[in-house]
């Protein structure tokens, strides 16, 4: 974020040809891990991310575990190829941090109170980035707990706006996230009307701030209906 230099918009289009509304180009697919209880695949533009769901199972260790609900468990990974600098493998700052946010996106959708002492744990894998992986882990992760029937009040769908060359734009790619000025990724659970994750890297006036986090939330939805469209698929004869 904030190197200059780099022209990110030329005759109102961006370096790869979208429109500042148009999210990449997505594909979703879920159950295709076999041993998972509940499994998603995205590619979200060049990212590829596979999202495994388990549970509500035996919590280990056992004193992480609450009386009176599950708890939700995530992990998210990059593997060591998934980025053009290899990336040492194990978690980092930058892990933990987005497995925490990602947990806390979640978890208020999911009917914790009807599986007492037990944990739904998730795990995101992503095999190739180019930013915005936390919006795409977190909306895989939200089809493999659907595919995995836990129960939930609503979805999550996630997609960020950002802003580059001073406007306002929707769903950054790898570049125009390095030379961008701002990323905003928000998390929506569309039928509460919840958001569920709000972060902002970089500067927004107020007013781009409100333009961004409209166009955010409007990306969600988009999101969304891709999300009911995949689950639904699977279910048909
Ligand atoms: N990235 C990278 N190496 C790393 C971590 C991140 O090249 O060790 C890239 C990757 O493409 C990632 C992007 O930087 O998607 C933006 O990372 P950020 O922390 O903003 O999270 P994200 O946008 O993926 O949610």
Redesign the pocket.
Known sequence: MKKEGVKLIENGKRLDGRGLDELRPIKMEIGVLKRADGSAYVEWGE?KIMAACYGPREVHPRHVEEPDRAIVRVRYN?APF????R?RPGP?R?SVE?SKVTKEALEPVVLTHLFPRTVVDIFIE?LQ???????A?ITAAALAMADAGIPMRDLVASC?AGKIDGKVALDLM?LE??YGEA?L?VALAPNKKQVTLLQM?GNFTRAEFEEAFEKALGGCLKVYEMQKKTIRKKYEV
Not at 82 to 85: H, I
Not at 129 to 135: D, E, F, L, M, P
């Open positions: 990212n990059m998934s980025v053009p600098d990336k980092d930058r987005i992503v980035a180019n930013a915005g992986t936390r919006c882990g960020a790898g996230d390095n990323d990724p890297d």
